[in-house]
């Protein structure tokens, strides 16, 4: 143990949230555990300009899949049991961004892989509004349009980059 | 750095310094449990950081201010007298720390000289201080342990305002860094350990950026050769900073000075490693300086009096090789540090470069320098460069910034020489500016794909649309 753990919660520079691991962003350039769901945005494969908002509730575990219009996702049956491509490559994603524990505590599920979690989210179709999500992808990729600024930020002394988790 | 020098620096901690974390101590935990809930104990510590500060101009309202919280009236005028208490408490407490390092180093440091104005920084807007100050004041009297994701998600509309306007940049930044870890902890009721200085920290920071915005102020324009020593990186989700730590021979042939040169990028999450080298390619003179390990060539750049240059491409050249081993041997002893600004003196911003070597690493990686122990800090090796653990344990000579947290001097590699399989190896912080050049890391980043990219392309298809 690092000798200075004792002092953890009297520190100024400690790693509260857990390191995000880098992955490929073409499929799903969004995921999020965010009120009170696993939720993002899935690539359409066939046409470049759909996408699909995918989301997966905590707790019951109901799933929502649509366009960012609204309509309906054609691999999801209503009141059907089975998750369309899209929200299992949103689980997929999310456990190479955040690790599978993150996941499942999140969706307050006990699995500590993938494959585990995958099989013990037993959800049905409930329509969750899309807007809302989409349009915090929008504001997400915002972020990539901020201007710069030169002013030093003394703050971010606070946020050393940290090293990977060794 | 000499053994001598770490014996003086890492021996008593200077007095007054224990007293004053107590102080602070006691009011983090009130702010922990939430301000509408103090127990006898936390008004006791509310009371003793009045008391703390009572002989100085804030003495009269902070005791006020400790009166009425413990009455239940917790106000914007309340929180920021106690904001400015504990403030000013670290502040002492960074002077002391700071002392004892120059004193130490024989580090020579200027004087404070009051900032000249800033005609480009109009006052910030009054309403999205406000709206901040209220956020702030809700995690106040809810206290850490109550934060829950509805408290959190109530930043989001301030946030994204606070991000359009330039001016209240730092407080944009701060506040999205603490709302994201927030987020990441919710229910905060649930975790284990609780960072109580941090948050608490961040909530002190946020509060005084709240009152005016920000007082990074006016520059004086400096002309001369920029000398590299290492870089320091800093990133949140949403933010990436890298600072360069340089040593500056002024073309008017006056001393050499200490400075730092920052450059900052919004980012989001999934863009981490060497990619965020991508996000700063607005500064190609900075970033080859850093990778070629160049010299730089300034005319006419804003200096703070803080000792930031405000970095501006057109006004720097990058010139011949400078190899910073050499800037640190032979330029960084004599080179004057800048003074701190006031409101920044914190004793997490102490980051002073100096050279290390001569030193043997321990097993734990700290290094044995005459028989003095400096502990390394190596969580704080940064996976958008090539410094790892291995490489600084092997190393010979480190360049680095001696920080300071929670009672404890750390050295922060910025770059090493080290002796790898019998051969010598350098590496650099921001060896990776231009792109990886270890094949291996390269290769990673082609199999993850571009994520700056395939964003960028999103959000100017989704964005614009
Ligand atoms: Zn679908």
Sequence with gaps: MDSGEAGWEERSAVRVTPPVQPRKLAK???????????????????????????????????????????????????????????????????????????????????????????????????????AEVFSRFLRHLAYLEVPASPEPLPEMHWFPAWGAVR | ???????????????????????????????????????????????????????????????????????????????????????????????????????????????????????????????????????????????WRGVDDPLVSTADQALEALWAEPRLRRL??????????????????????????RWADLWTRAMLLSQAGSWTGGATAVSGRLLPLGVDVHEHGTAVQVQLHAVLEPADGGPARLVRAAVAAAKVDTIVGPLVWRLLSAYPTLLTALAEHRAVTITDMR????????????????????????????????????????????????????LVEGHAANRDGAFDLGGERLIVDLDRLPTSGPLTPQLVKASTACIGLLRWDAGRWTLQPLAVEAVVKKRPVRAHNGDWALGPTDPKVAKALDRSGDAVAVLSERAGRLLRK
């Design chain 2, 303 to 354: 200096l703070t009096s803080g000792g930031d240059l405000l970095w501006e491409e057109e006004r720097a050249e990058a010139g011949d090789l400078a190899d910073p081993f050499a800037t640190a041997r032979v330029r960084l002893p004599d080179a004057q540090a800048p003074a701190v600004p006031p409101l920044d003196r914190h004793p997490v911003r102490i980051a002073e470069p100096v």
């Design chain 2, 172 to 197: 944009a930044v701060l506040l999205d860094g603490l709302a994201a870890e927030l987020r990441a902890s919710c229910p905060v009721a649930t975790m284990e350990r609780i960072p109580r200085r």
């Design chain 2, 1 to 143: 750095m000499q053994a001598a020098h770490l014996t003086e620096l890492t021996g008593r901690t200077p007095p007054g310094v224990a007293e004053a974390l107590e102080a602070v101590s006691g009011f983090d935990a009130a702010l922990t449990d939430g301000l509408a809930r103090l127990g006898p104990r936390h008004t006791d510590a509310l009371r003793a950081l009045a008391g703390a500060v009572s002989r100085s101009p804030l003495g009269a309202a902070t005791a006020e201010a400790a009166d009425k919280i413990a009455a239940g009236s917790i106000g914007p005028a309340e929180l920021s007298a106690v904001a400015a208490a504990r403030a000013a408490l670290l502040g002492a407490v960074h002077d002391a720390l700071l002392e004892r390092l120059d004193d130490a180093l024989g580090r020579s440091r200027a004087d404070r000289q009051a900032p000249p104005a800033d005609p480009e920084h109009g006052p910030a807007p009054a309403p999205l201080l406000t709206v901040a100050r209220s956020w702030l004041q809700e995690l106040a009297i809810t206290g």
């Design chain 1, 28 to 130: 799903v350039p969004f995921v999020e555990l965010a009120e009170g769901r696993l939720q993002g945005v899935v690539s359409s494969g066939s046409d470049v300009a759909r996408v699909y908002v995918s989301s997966i509730a905590a707790e019951t575990h109901d799933f929502s899949c649509s366009t960012n219009n609204n309509r309906p996702c054609g691999g999801l049956t209503a009141g059907g049991g089975r998750r369309c491509k899209h929200l299992n490559a949103l689980i997929d994603e999310a456990v190479r961004q955040y690790g599978a524990e993150r996941v499942a505590r999140h969706l307050k599920v006990e699995a500590e892989e993938g494959d585990e979690l995958r099989s013990r989210l037993q959800g049905v179709h409930r329509k969750a509004p899309a």
